[in-house]
């Protein structure tokens, strides 16, 4: 399944191929001090699908998805719960940020700066900044506060000046509030949104005032805010990847979450 919904921001994708086998659930230790330079083999070559398997079963060993039954924000009766809060020390976040930069190298979107609003888009943005320059990548990344500073460097903005394309960086896309106001502030500096990153495309239609909408939040943004979104994985990965587990284990729960696509899912182009 494509994990870019195209927007107004495509280009080539970057000269060199992605190097990095982010596949190994054993990566060696990293050294204090590194070259920003690509890497020249990969043993196991990842495809996209390979990826999102790998990014699920790092979520489940970490407690980042959970199955069960789970009440949303839009009060819906969901069969599983992501919470990427919880890779929530320096091994986890690591091996995420590995995740989001192989899928956006493979993505072929291109842009000059990261920019993670608050507070969860923080962390994403530094940590997926260190892991493309440890690709040969090396992008800048700023952030915003929530209360503006009026002291210091003052402003709502921290980190290198937002200029250029600039690409969002978050966990997941519920109603598209934090992607406006990333666009409002982008704008306002002078820059060009280019586009969105998340972990989890839930691929569900959005509820907005009470009532479920024919959209998912993720098309809101490509087709009405006109920004490709970039994933590391999708519903519909998740659901090839339960198939794959067979009636056991946590192939189990295919069939709830199935019919929870069924009736929240949206169509994808």
Avoid at 17 to 35: E, I, M, T
Avoid at 104 to 131: N, R
Avoid at 188 to 211: F, K, M, S, W, Y
Avoid at 216 to 245: E, M, N, P, W
Wanted: glycine residues 10%.
């Amino acid at each position: 399944m494509p994990r870019l919904s195209h927007g107004a921001c495509l280009t080539p994708a970057w000269d060199e191929p992605p190097v990095r086998n982010v596949l190994d659930p054993h990566p060696p230790a990293r050294c204090s001090h590194f070259q920003p330079a690509p890497f020249t083999s990969m043993t196991t070559p990842a495809t996209p699908d390979t990826l999102a398997r790998s990014f699920f079963q790092l979520s489940l060993d970490t407690g980042v998805l959970k199955f069960g039954e789970f009440k949303t924000k839009a009060g819906r009766l969901s069969p599983y719960f992501f919470n990427a809060g919880l890779f929530n020390d320096g091994a986890t976040l690591g091996r995420l940020a590995e995740f989001y930069a192989r899928r956006l190298i493979d993505s072929g979107l291109q842009f000059d700066m990261l920019f993670g609003p608050a507070y969860k888009g923080i962390a994403l943005a530094a940590a997926v900044s260190i892991e493309l320059a440890r690709l040969g990548h090396n992008k800048p990344y700023a952030y915003n506060r929530k209360e503006a500073k009026d002291h210091g460097e003052g402003g709502t903005l921290v980190g290198a000046p937002v200029s250029g394309r600039v690409l969002i960086i978050d966990d997941v896309i519920s109603a598209g509030t934090s992607v406006r106001e990333s666009i409002t502030l982008i704008r306002a500096a002078g820059a060009t949104p280019c586009g969105v990153v998340i972990a989890l495309d839930r691929q569900e239609r959005a509820h907005e005032n009470g009532v479920d909408t024919p959209h998912s939040a993720v098309q809101f943004v490509r087709d009405t805010l006109g920004l490709s979104v970039v994933s590391i994985a999708t519903l519909s990965d998740l659901l090839d990847y339960l198939r794959a587990q067979g009636g056991a284990g946590i192939g189990e729960h295919y069939a709830k979450v199935s019919a929870y696509r069924e009736r929240y899912g949206v169509q994808e182009a």
